[in-house]
Structures are given as structure tokens and as C-alpha cells.
């Protein structure tokens, strides 16, 4: 029970060393977006690197319930013009969408060159039930941005409206987590995709 509460603690602590220091948050991002555009650029090509590379971080933008992949544009955004991040956030989305689309009809190819995009291309190829995929990491990330601003608001109130909050964050994502994972595990399958978790 003891070591249970110091690893809740530990990650608390990186959450809101992430939720307070946004600028570590970017940072971090934009390293691993950085180094994998690197990696796929000296299999692939400068031109082509780039394409993938921004079409798998609007996988992460479209394909999972949290808004940590957006702040690429939300933290620029909000440093440059004071944009709140629900507005940049939709700009955000609009961006990964408007790729997805050219992409799929002028370079449909593109989604072959690694296992993420194939995966993502199957996503989008088949609007039920995978698109349920999207529609969730929608509601999490909007949802997620929402409690977000609750709980910066609520911090000038009252902490036990913080507290109500916060938990209401972690049961909405965790059933958005697990509904998520469920249709990934289902589209796997389907595919016949082992990934072993060891």
C-alpha cells in the first residue's frame, strides 16, 4: 500500500511539474519529435521525414485522449498571443485534420512507411468502428483542456472544489483510456498485430 502511494506521488509529481512548467512539457515534445524526424529522415528522405514525422504526431493528436501532442502549437501560441488553450487547441485539430485529408488523397502511399501510420491508415479507412478512436481522444482532449481550466480557476476558491476536480479528471480519462485501448486491441487483432508487451 506504501509503495503504491509513493509511485501515485511520483507521478503526480511529474504531472504537475508537466501542468506547471509548460515549458518543460514542450521541451520534451519537441526533442522526441525532433529525434524521431531525424531517424526517419535518414531512412526516408528530408521531404518524405517531415511528412511522416508530422503525420505521426497528428496520430497523436487525432488518436489519443490527451492533449499533451497539441502543445507544439498551444505553447507558442499562448506565449506569442495570449490564446487560451481550448482556441489553439482547435487550431491544432484543424491542422492535423487538413494534413490527414491531403495526405490520404495525394499521398496515400505515405501511410506504408512505418507501423504507426499503417495502423493510422486503417483508422481512417474505416469510419465505424474506428473512428469511435478519434471521437473519444476528442472528447478527452477537450475535456481534459475544460477540468484543466477548472482546476487553475478553482485554485483561487476552494481546494475541495480542486479535489472533486481532479478526480473527476482521472475517472473520465482512465474510462476514455480503457475505451480507447479496447478498439485498439480490437483493430490489432484484426490485423493480426502482436505487440509483445514484454
Known amino acids: 500500500m506504501d509503495l503504491l502511494s509513493k509511485k501515485e506521488r511520483l507521478l503526480f509529481s511529474i504531472k504537475k511539474t508537466f501542468d506547471e512548467h509548460p515549458i518543460i512539457k514542450f521541451s520534451t515534445i519537441a526533442i522526441v519529435i525532433i529525434a524521431y524526424f531525424i531517424f526517419v529522415s535518414q531512412?526516408?528522405?528530408?521531404k518524405e521525414g517531415?511528412?511522416?514525422?508530422?503525420?505521426?504526431?497528428?496520430?497523436?493528436?487525432?488518436?489519443?485522449?490527451?492533449?499533451?501532442?497539441?502543445?507544439?502549437?498551444?505553447?507558442?501560441?499562448?506565449i506569442i498571443a495570449g490564446i487560451q488553450m481550448v482556441y489553439s487547441e482547435i487550431v491544432v485539430w484543424i491542422i492535423a485534420i487538413a494534413l490527414n485529408i491531403s495526405t490520404f488523397f495525394l499521398s496515400p502511399a505515405t501511410y506504408d512507411k512505418t507501423i504507426l501510420l499503417s495502423l493510422f491508415k486503417h483508422i481512417l479507412e474505416a469510419p465505424f468502428p474506428y473512428w469511435i478512436i478519434i471521437v473519444l481522444s476528442c472528447f478527452g482532449t477537450f475535456a481534459s483542456i475544460y477540468i484543466a481550466d477548472s482546476l487553475i480557476n478553482s485554485k483561487k476558491k476552494e481546494q475541495v472544489t480542486s479535489n472533486i476536480l481532479i478526480k473527476y479528471r482521472i475517472v473520465i480519462f482512465l474510462f476514455l483510456f480503457?475505451?480507447?485501448?479496447?478498439?485498439?486491441?480490437f483493430l490489432l487483432n484484426k490485423l493480426g498485430v502482436h505487440i509483445p508487451l514484454i
Open 50 to 78: 517531415l511528412l511522416i514525422s508530422m503525420l505521426s504526431w497528428s496520430f497523436f493528436v487525432l488518436c489519443t485522449p490527451i492533449a499533451d501532442a497539441g502543445i507544439l502549437i498551444d505553447f507558442p501560441m499562448r
Open 178 to 185: 480503457i475505451m480507447v485501448m479496447i478498439l485498439y486491441d
Open 43 to 46: 531512412k526516408h528522405g528530408l
